[in-house]
């Protein structure tokens, strides 16, 4: 039987496919978009330690306060699930961001690793991210590097990479 748990442990992360339902999807789809008819306020320089990108990139982060219903999915039992199901008990919300491509605008985003963006010592998190709209290898989908955990157990240092860089 698949046990995301060991999937986890093993590789580092874990797929959850169609776990969440149309009413949860929707409230996402639904903030997102209010957050995205705000005015851009990034600069858009898109510099690796910048990076909003203008209209063609948004980072939209930390508003879950500003939306009630958001912050309750957050911090509800469903994300309770996902995270419960991968061997954390108790978690808290380290960040949380609707990251927008405009489409046809080659707004791509360099390899990274997550924990070098948050700028201080920090323990391990984990990272849940969620696709709103349909994703697929033309329309510019999330990669992840493959690793085997059981033979290289470490965190390789992070190298930051220009966008441009980026296949
Ligand atoms: O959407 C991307 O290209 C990467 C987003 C990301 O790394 C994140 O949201 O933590």
Known sequence: ???????????GFEVFENILDKDELSLLQTCCDALLSEPVDDGGQGDIHKIGLGSSRRFLSHRHTDFPELEAFLLGPKMAKI???LGIDEAMLLNEQFV??????????????????????????VTVWIALDDTNLDNGCLYILPRNLENE????PHKWQDDRATN
């Open 1 to 11: 039987m698949h046990d995301p748990l060991q999937v986890f442990r093993k590789q």
């Open 83 to 85: 995270i419960q199901s």
């Open 100 to 125: 927008v491509k405009g489409s046809g605008q080659g707004a791509r985003f360099a390899w990274h690793q997550d924990g070098a963006y948050v700028g201080f010592e920090h323990r391990p998190y």
């Open 153 to 156: 157990n470490y965190l390789e």
